[in-house]
């Protein structure tokens, strides 16, 4: 079912972009010489379709118009469209235009506005490893006084949340020497409104652990500046065989503007080694993240710097745990994968390159920075598990992960995405 609008993607006139929401990027693929010297106007447009534990079955519309000068690389414009449902009623509906070499500068800019909402979100409580289990549920709900269908709607949903998010993000990138190794400053402009409920309701889940903590919800305007440095070294951006790519960032919330006070930092270390040859690759990313002040508890699982994500749990940062499992101020995380190319055939002029995969992701959490050491709301977790990653000439990845882990009781956790991690 995958296989037709992957074989269409790979056209010239697509680029590579993730689909599920869970993921800012500002990163664009490598092109090849003769696409760099196109001129006029380039589109696509394909259906999107992955699957993950968390989100379920998600399809959609995704779609890309570029607009090519005969010299920028990979592109002068780009404008990308998504729309995106899931089976269990994640929405996330995307506008985004890319600009490079802005006023003949080595400048770009990235904007973005999106609506998201969910209705299954994860909340296990702010206690780290966070507690998701049955006896805590039924304790907390014993004294509630329902019975029959609400009982179990209560039960169902008692560690899920529901959220619409309205978002407008935009990044800017220039290039300060432009290498090998690349030296990029970037900074960016976020804002998340957060409104509890979904397309009915204004509320969260009633009776759920989440309502329990915040009655109401958490309403409000997240709105962060962030900037930082970037050094890139990697032979390919979608799919690096060597390099390094270091980056380190501070953002801070707006003052007057944001409904929350903080600051917060970011230091990655992504580092790639063949292991003999270039057809099996080591590569590890290892991320130091934290904030300090009041942040609402969606901003507690989002990560800061170039590539703005959610951790611990979920396809990007903690596969095998559920996404939001585990939040907190103070987080590390380090993930190793090994990648084996064990076949590259050409199918229709088409390169595509097989590699199974295996890793482990491993993070420290703790709730506050006080915890640190205490023994209390301070927890190591990991997972673990395989993949296999499909590489379309070297530019479109699509993966598909199965991780488990001993948070989720080694139970399996599904991730199909088009995205490649790090």
Request: net charge negative; aromatic share 12%.
């Amino acid at each position: 079912m995958l296989l037709l609008p992957l074989l269409l993607a790979v056209s010239p006139a697509f680029a590579e972009d993730e689909v599920v929401p869970s993921e800012i990027s500002q990163e664009a693929p490598e092109q090849e010489a003769e696409e760099w010297e196109r001129e006029g106007w380039g589109w696509g447009g394909l259906p999107a379709v992955a699957y993950n534990s968390d989100d379920g079955l998600g399809g959609g519309v995704v779609g890309n118009i570029y607009r090519y000068d005969g010299m920028t690389a990979p592109y002068k414009m780009e404008i990308y469209f998504l729309f995106y449902v899931t089976t269990k009623q994640v929405h996330t509906h995307r506008v985004q235009v890319d600009l490079l070499e802005v006023g003949g500068l080595p400048l770009r800019l990235t904007t973005r506005a999106e609506f998201s909402l969910t209705r299954s979100g994860n909340y296990c409580g702010l206690s780290v490893p966070g507690d998701c289990s049955i006896p805590q549920r039924d304790a907390l709900l014993e004294d509630s006084g329902l019975s029959g269908q609400d009982l179990e709607d209560a039960e169902a949903r008692f560690y899920k949340t529901r959220f619409k998010t309205p978002l407008f993000f935009m990044n800017a990138r220039y290039a300060l020497k432009k290498g090998p190794p690349k030296l990029e400053a970037f900074g960016t402009i976020f804002g998340q409104y957060i409104l509890p409920g979904d397309f009915q309701e204004s509320t969260p889940w009633p009776n759920s652990l989440y309502e329990m903590d915040n009655p109401g919800g958490e309403k409000g305007l997240d709105s962060m500046l962030q900037a930082g440095l970037m050094l890139d070294n990697r032979d390919n951006e979608p799919a690096p065989t060597h390099g390094y790519w270091i980056e380190g960032s501070l953002r801070t919330s707006v003052p007057g503007i944001s409904d929350w006070d903080y600051w917060g930092f970011n230091a990655t270390l992504r580092g790639y080694q063949p292991l003999g040859t270039n057809k099996v690759v080591l590569a590890d990313r290892l991320v130091a993240d934290g904030v300090f002040g009041d942040q609402p508890t969606m901003g507690l699982s989002r990560a800061g710097g170039a590539t703005i994500y959610e951790m611990y749990g979920g396809a990007r940062a903690g596969r095998g745990t559920r996404l939001r499992r585990v939040i907190g101020k103070a987080r590390f995380m380090n993930q190793t994968e090994v990648r084996a190319t064990v076949w590259s055939p050409t199918v229709k002029g088409v390169d595509i390159d097989i590699t199974p995969l295996a890793f482990v992701d491993a993070a420290y959490f703790a709730s506050e920075w006080s915890d640190l050491g205490t023994g209390e709301n301070e927890a190591f977790m990991y997972g673990t598990g395989g993949g296999l990653r499909l590489a379309f000439n070297t530019n479109f990845i699509i993966r598909a992960d199965v991780g488990v882990s001993p948070l989720e009781d080694w139970s399996p956790s599904v991730y199909i995405d088009v995205y490649n991690l790090f």
